[in-house]
């Protein structure tokens, strides 16, 4: 067979398979449930008939991006979404954002080219979706490094007509309402039902999650400025009363002794030289006090050079189990004077602590009722009394704004453990069942108007 005939065979073979993947993309469109599917499938399938790297749907009537390629849902507040919000709202502006064109960069602005080159390959196919009265529904943006060619504008101009037919069967098919076969006075009873139940009285509650802490911990901190040298326990160790815990680095101290030490030494001298010259010298008689002083200076310097050495060794003030991190993350770490390293706490003398967020604060009473689920066994809660709540919100370490409270455990519990997480669950005061539903609701309307 000679080169000719054979390269109209390829040719027609490839215009048979773009015809094939043309009438199997027309198929899915046709069996699309919703705008949704309908959306993924318009921004990840045409890729049967043309390459592109990205694809973007933009819906009209909500002026909002529909579907990205790549992407089971958009996130609304990412740059690149807003930033396509923009140029699409732009480019729906005059006449001629119906008809199918290819944009580039120098299109736009000259403020937004930086960000099409950041976000977008250099070519993109501008292809609305029309109806046929001529309104657009969608816009469909194909985006690629390559040049549109005139065979691929016209085969996806034909594929987006087969888009806009799907598009307008599901956003004008009705939806399934309830037939209103009942009389006005079943309905009357349903409506005079529903405010009896919304009137009923229910006890309010709220979740906030909650960690089981030391309730009287003793808490060791940095007698000194200085690096901690070695931890001589464990985390979660059990320790007896007057047991090492943890030493600071010696050798900064033990130099500026050996320095107060010298010194100490220099200024003795100094004073008996000067008591042996005194018997006839009288300037080094009146030498004497400040000698004296300056000999009781270094002294007292040695001797709270010294002191500070034999605090550098923490020591356990009572038995307990020494609650702190990883010793690896300790050793080698400087501590300011009064830094906590660790604390010595009854692991079962715990307490809840709980953090209430302010967008979930409810009146809760001295006393009130809680119950703690455990990560470790939520199947059976425990119990608790509240009887601390804090005035002021603060900034947990989630970033979240929360008033910290504290409940006593009213059992005693084997499961009880200090560290143990879980969420609490708070009972408040009773209120209609209607506030119960419509609390936060009505906060972010009163917020919203100002009231």
Known sequence: MSAAPQAQLDVRDRQLAVLAGLVQLERRVRAAATLEELGFLVVND???????????????????????????????DAPFTLWLTTLFRDGMAGAESRKTAVLTAADLPAAEQAMWAEHLPRQALWLPLRRPDGSVPAVLLLARDDPWHDGEKQLLDTLADAYAHAWV????????????????????????AALLLLALPVRQSVLAPAELVARDPAILRAPVQGVVAEMLVKPNEAVEAGRPLARLDPRELESRLEVARQSLGVAEA??????????????????????QGRREQQAAEVAYVEELLRRITLVAPRAGVAIFDDAGEWVGRPVALGERILMLAEPRDAELEIHLPVSDAIALPPGADVRLFLNTDPASPLDARLVRAGYRAGQTPEGVMAYRLRATLTGDDPRVRIGLKGT????????????????????????????
């Open 424 to 451: 609490a669950k708070l009972y408040g005061e009773r209120t209609s069942l209607f506030m119960y539903l419509m609390r936060r609701p009505l906060a972010a309307l009163r917020l919203r108007l100002g009231l």
């Open 169 to 192: 069967a599901l956003a004008g098919k009705p939806r399934r309402g309830i037939a209103l076969t009942r009389s006005r006075k079943v309905w009357a009873g349903v409506a005079v």
């Open 270 to 291: 100094e004073l008996r030289q000067a008591q042996q010259t005194a018997m006839f010298d009288e300037k080094a008689k009146a030498a004497l006090a400040v000698l």
């Open 46 to 76: 045409t890729h049967m008939l043309a390459g592109y790297r990205q694809a973007v749907l933009w819906r009209c009537d909500t002026a909002r991006v529909q579907a990205v390629s790549g992407l089971a849902a958009p996130d609304r």
